[in-house]
């Protein structure tokens, strides 16, 4: 996967940007609140058509505008495709090669990125629903069936809980409405439970490698925290669920909603048998967040037979040497990289050397012309 382009019209501090970006490697320097994560934000919102958790729509536009357009040329799979988002007065508009297209589920997923921030690192700490947030949008990227599963879903949840809301009685035994919905609403409760658990185990595949690579410890796994205990026999697994959400019918009543099934679904990270936000250090929750990210490198490659583009905001100053060079290693590899840093020593000469770079001022990008500059 690659972006050859991006152009930016008042977007963040962007008033206007046009940038060539190399296939491989290219660094982003500048000091403190230029616009080298707005940059990197810009790539997650033509990729997502919205923000990465909590930012608002207009909240992207640029200070005093109207309007903010965002536009890519991204090539996967010998396939090149010209990508377009707009905002304006809260309606937002996404084009493929110039042509709108009105539903999200035919727009997202055409740009497959990995990115890693500092800010990640809360993630082990960070409630159930950011995490489910989170890896939400991973599993979204390389399925839309998942998106679709989810749309599904949460529409059902949403009517079962108005419909414990409106309720009187409790004699659900006999309640066609109640049983049609419980039937319906399971399946996909189901099928959401087994792709969380497929993303889950690839990762497992490779994160405990690539942790043992980073810091020469054994032991790193994802734990999925599933609300639907897993049975061989799935009709039976979900009879038992379907049971169970009779047994709850009262509970559920009287808070006004639904309080099993994969909307309460957790995940986590566990080193040696131990829960990390219970027992881990800084170092090795870093460690640990950072092994994730590259593995979903592989997990993309394989899913989609290319790769993400890796996207890397501020964290070479976060890592000690011996990580920044491991971390190396995998930026070397076919893998589109942008990397963000406010200072360019933090960042390997034989990097630097093979990188495009480009200087970042105030909403302002310029390539640094390098001696013997023979980048892509
Ligand atoms: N909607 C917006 N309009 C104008 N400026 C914005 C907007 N949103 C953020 N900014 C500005 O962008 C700058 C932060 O950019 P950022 O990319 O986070 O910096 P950094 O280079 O440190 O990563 C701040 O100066 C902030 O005021
Ligand atoms: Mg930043």
Request: hydrophobic share 40%.
């Amino acid at each position: 996967m690659i972006i050859n382009n991006l152009k930016l019209r008042n977007f963040r501090n962007y008033s206007y940007l046009d940038i060539e970006l190399s296939k491989k490697l290219n660094i982003f320097i500048g000091n403190n609140a230029q616009g080298k994560s707005n940059l990197l934000e810009s790539i997650v919102v033509l990729a997502l058509t919205k923000s990465y958790l909590n930012v608002k729509d207009e909240n992207l536009i640029k200070d005093g505008e109207n309007v903010s357009i965002l536009e890519a040329n991204v090539n996967s799979l010998n396939t090149n495709k010209k990508l377009f988002v707009s905002f304006s007065n809260s309606v937002k508009k996404l084009k493929i090669n110039d042509v709108e297209i009105k539903k999200y589920i035919d727009y997202v997923s055409n740009i497959k990125f990995v990115l890693f921030s500092p800010m990640d690192i809360t993630l082990i700490k960070d409630s159930p629903a950011v995490r489910r947030k989170y890896f939400n949008i991973e599993i979204s990227q390389i399925s839309n069936n998942y998106i679709k599963l989810l749309q599904k879903y949460n529409v059902l949840l949403k009517k079962r809980n108005q419909f414990l809301k409106s309720i009187n009685d409790i004699s659900f035994d006999n309640d066609y409405f109640i049983n049609i919905l419980d039937d319906n609403f399971s399946t996909l409760a189901l099928d959401i439970t087994f792709e969380r658990k497929k993303f889950i185990d690839d990762i497992n595949n490779y994160i405990g490698k690539i942790y043992y690579e980073l810091t020469g410890d054994n032991g790193l796994m994802l734990v999925y925290n599933n609300s639907i205990p897993f049975d061989e026999d799935k009709e039976l697994m979900k009879n038992n669920f379907i049971d169970k959400l009779k047994d709850n019918y009262m509970r559920d009543k009287l808070y006004g909603m639904t309080l099993n099934g994969p909307h309460r679904d957790d995940y986590s990270i566990y080193l040696d048998g131990k829960d990390l936000s219970l027992y881990g250090s800084q170092g090795q929750n870093r460690s640990a967040i950072l092994a994730l990210k590259l593995s979903l490198l592989d997990i993309f490659k394989d899913i989609t037979n290319d790769y993400p583009i890796l996207l890397l905001d501020d964290i070479f100053s976060e890592l000690d040497l011996d990580k920044r060079n491991r971390l190396i290693k995998y930026i070397m590899n076919d893998i589109q990289t942008i990397i963000t840093t406010t200072d360019l020593d933090m960042i390997d000469e034989s990097l630097v050397n093979n990188a495009k770079v480009f200087i970042v001022d105030n909403g302002n990008v310029n390539v640094l012309e390098k001696e013997g500059n023979k980048h892509e």
